[in-house]
């Protein structure tokens, strides 16, 4: 996630984030020095033409608040169209509830507690750090684990030209007919400290620790409960979100390339700061999909036990906007409006004490209705 108000950084956060620095970091810093010169082609609106910057530049902008896409790799129109010989069918109403509402009971923040203490004890998980390179290999044999011994879920690297690979976990679907027509839920591992990315301390509990361990839960339940769809479910952690979806980029255009047709996917990017305003699940009405947001409120509504409220993200806010770029129907929720959101994400102070773990799994159910729903066949 891409977004933070200056106004709360306080200097003491900065000295400690110094102080803490460990050698390994220090190394870190080494190995990404070289790159900083290197320029990048970055977008940070539809309707403006993108520039060429450097890292630093880049890092200027995550400063700020200002939300971007880095598309050196992709530098194409920001929006393209799906073939006309296919387009995806979004239902209107929930009709599955039979089958939803047993893997929902079986849901526990027990491991979500265990997982995100784990996963935020790395120093950092930015893309190009040791650490994200560690955490990454952490996080993927959790999700092994947890699919260990079901022959119809796979979990394989989806690798990049930096150590910290993304993560693809998939359910096979039972109408092989359907291989290629896929429901996706998704989150990102990475983290990053705003003031020094590439070696300062970022624990990144809610950003997105938080949607990481949330659709984890929901996956496990789901392989551990017998959840055989009708077409491909997969699960995705994507790895260089803050660096300007790299990672989401790089999958969503091998699918692409490849002739994969992704009916929906719905992005989880921080989802366990409780606001002001009390526990919501917060669905995103801009750069989103309509009709597939619109089924969204539905989902809410019938497998929830909090409310939604509606906010506005801006341009490539998390990694749905990936998806939507290469014209697939992609959603977005979080743990609150924007305004209420939890303010310390990008600092040493994205921990776990701020957090909630039965809000986390208020959005494990949506993504549990999700999977479940959107598997079906229905005309």
Same mark, same amino acid.
């Given at each position: 996630?891409?977004?933070l108000?200056l106004?709360?950084?306080?200097?003491?956060a900065l000295?400690?984030?110094?102080?803490a620095s460990?050698?390994?970091a220090s190394?870190d810093?080494?190995?990404?020095?070289?790159?900083?010169?290197?320029?990048?082609?970055?977008q940070i609106?539809?309707?403006?033409?993108?520039?060429?910057?450097?890292?630093s530049d880049?890092?200027s902008?995550?400063r700020?608040g200002?939300?971007f896409m880095d598309?050196?790799?992709y530098?194409?129109?920001?929006?393209?169209?799906?073939?006309?010989?296919?387009?995806?069918?979004?239902?209107?109403?929930?009709?599955y509830?039979d089958?939803?509402l047993?893997?929902?009971?079986n849901?526990?923040?027990?491991t979500m507690?265990a997982?995100?203490?784990?996963?935020?004890?790395?120093?950092?998980?930015?893309?190009?750090s040791?650490?994200?390179?560690?955490?990454c290999?952490?996080?993927?044999q959790?999700?092994?684990?947890?699919a260990?011994g079901y022959?119809?879920?796979?979990?394989n690297?989806?690798k990049?030209?930096?150590?910290q690979?993304?993560?693809?976990?998939r359910?096979?679907?039972?109408n092989?007919?359907?291989?290629d027509?896929?429901?996706?839920?998704g989150a990102h591992?990475d983290s990053?400290?705003?003031?020094?990315p590439?070696?300062?301390?970022?624990?990144?509990?809610d950003?997105d620790?938080s949607?990481?361990v949330?659709?984890?839960?929901?996956?496990?339940s789901?392989?551990?409960?017998?959840?055989?769809p009708?077409?491909?479910?997969?699960f995705h952690?994507?790895?260089?979100?803050?660096?300007g979806?790299?990672?989401?980029?790089?999958?969503?255009?091998?699918?692409?390339?490849?002739?994969k047709k992704?009916?929906?996917?719905?992005?989880?990017?921080?989802?366990?700061?409780?606001?002001?305003?009390g526990?919501v699940?917060?669905i995103?009405t801009?750069?989103?999909d309509?009709?597939?947001?619109d089924?969204?409120?539905t989902?809410?509504?019938?497998?929830?036990?909090?409310p939604y +409220?509606?906010t =506005?993200?801006?341009?490539?806010?998390?990694?749905?906007? %990936?998806?939507?770029? /290469? @014209? *697939?129907?992609?959603?977005?929720?979080?743990?609150?409006?924007?305004?209420?959101s939890?303010?310390?994400?990008h600092?040493?102070?994205? +921990?776990?004490? =701020?957090?909630?773990?039965d809000?986390?799994k208020?959005? %494990?159910?949506?993504? /549990? @209705? *999700?999977?479940?729903?959107?598997?079906?066949?229905?005309k």
């Open positions: 996630m891409k977004f108000s106004s709360l950084l306080s200097i003491s000295s400690t984030l110094v102080s460990p050698l390994a190394i810093q080494l190995r990404v020095s070289a790159s900083e010169t290197e320029r990048r082609l970055i609106s539809e309707d403006s033409p993108a520039k060429w910057m450097t890292e880049k890092e902008l995550l700020a200002i939300k598309i050196t790799e530098p194409e129109p920001s929006v393209s169209s799906l073939s006309t010989e296919w387009q995806p069918f979004i239902p209107v109403k929930a009709e509830q089958e939803v047993p893997f929902i009971g849901l526990t923040t027990d507690k997982n995100l203490q784990e996963f935020t004890s790395f120093y950092n998980r930015y893309y190009k040791s650490y994200g390179a560690k955490s290999r952490w996080l993927i959790q999700i092994r684990d947890v260990k022959n119809h879920v796979s979990v690297e989806f990049h030209s930096w150590d690979f993304s993560i693809i976990a359910f096979e679907g039972s092989k007919d359907l291989n027509e896929l429901v996706i839920v591992q990053v400290n705003m003031w020094m590439s070696f300062g301390r970022s624990p990144g509990a950003d620790g949607g990481t949330t659709i984890l839960e929901a996956f496990r789901l392989v551990h409960n017998g959840f055989k009708e077409r491909p479910v997969e952690w994507y790895s260089g979100e803050e660096a979806l790299l990672g989401s980029q790089a999958v969503s255009r091998a699918y692409e390339q490849e002739g992704v009916v929906a996917m719905l992005q989880n990017d921080m989802t366990g700061y409780v606001g002001a305003k526990p699940i917060g995103v801009d750069h989103v309509e009709k597939l947001t089924f969204l409120k989902l809410v509504d019938n497998y929830a036990g909090i +409220t509606l =506005k993200c801006g341009y490539a806010c998390s990694d749905h906007a %990936s998806w939507r770029k /290469v @014209g *697939f129907p992609s959603a977005f929720t979080i743990e609150s409006a924007f305004e209420d939890n303010q310390h994400i600092t040493t102070g994205d +921990t776990i004490d =701020k957090l909630s773990f809000h986390m208020e959005f %494990s159910k949506v993504a /549990v @209705g *999700f999977s479940v729903e959107l598997s079906h066949v229905r």
